[in-house]
């Protein structure tokens, strides 16, 4: 069974100060790993996902995630965050590429501090 | 491309009254999701159409709640009767099969 767990629910960090979201993920069959992202009274859009090609998977908005199958984990990553990041991520995982069942982590806050 | 479109953004209604929400798949896209967002269960996938088939309805919760899929370009979720306890978000999704999916921007229920 899939299941995927963020490890923080609330992130706070100052701008210009490097970001880690955390992800922890588990799964009987190989992976699709996603990262979205939801502002405040928007949707959620996709920034980066992850589907048996490079490792190291680069997103929107200077993000990137690696996956390491080893830790089973696949944690999101920015050097500098701006105040824009601001929202909740959504770590997701996917059985392979062709399945349609997303499992969704229970969101992590993060907070941008001036 | 507008996107999932989703309507209304925003609805407040009685317990007792029936709701329904509306999407507009991403033209071209065979697979459709209703998603559920709340504080407690955080996302929580409702039912999953392809090709306007529904073919998993098993995260629908109870009997008040139904979706159909009449063509490949709208799809309803009804909940009759509402209650307190279905207040969330109700996101639609679309894809290709196997390829990414794009969210609409939801519609948030309050039910009274």
């Known amino acids: 069974a899939q299941s995927v767990t963020q490890l923080d629910s609330h992130v706070s960090v100052s701008e210009g100060t490097p970001v880690l979201l955390r992800c922890n993920y588990s799964s009987s069959y190989s992976p699709s790993l996603f990262w979205y992202v939801q502002h405040p009274n928007k949707g959620l859009q996709l920034l980066l996902k992850?589907?048996?090609?490079?490792?190291l998977v680069k997103g929107i908005n200077g993000f990137e995630a690696e996956f390491k199958k080893s830790e089973t984990s696949f944690h999101l990553t920015k050097p500098s965050a701006h105040m824009s990041d601001a929202a909740e991520y959504f770590c997701?995982?996917?059985?392979?590429?062709?399945?349609?069942?997303?499992?969704f982590g229970t969101g992590t806050r993060l907070k941008v501090l001036a | 491309d507008a996107g999932v479109i989703q309507s209304p953004r925003h609805e407040v209604t009685e317990m007792g009254q029936e709701v329904t929400l509306r999407c507009k798949p991403i033209?071209?896209?065979?697979?459709l999701f209703w998603y559920r967002q709340t504080m407690m269960r955080g996302l929580e996938l409702l039912i999953y159409f392809n090709n306007n088939v529904p073919i998993d309805d098993s995260g629908m919760p109870e009997d008040r709640f139904s979706a159909k899929m009449p063509n490949a370009s709208f799809s309803t979720l009804k909940i009759q009767p509402s209650e307190p306890r279905d207040s969330a978000v109700y996101f639609c999704?679309?894809?290709?099969?196997?390829?990414?999916?794009?969210f609409g921007q939801g519609t948030r229920l309050t039910v009274v």
């Open positions: 999704a679309s894809r290709i099969t196997g390829a990414k999916a794009f």
């Open positions: 992850y589907t048996s090609a490079a490792t």
């Open positions: 033209s071209g896209h065979n697979s």
């Open positions: 997701v995982v996917s059985e392979g590429v062709g399945t349609y069942k997303y499992i």
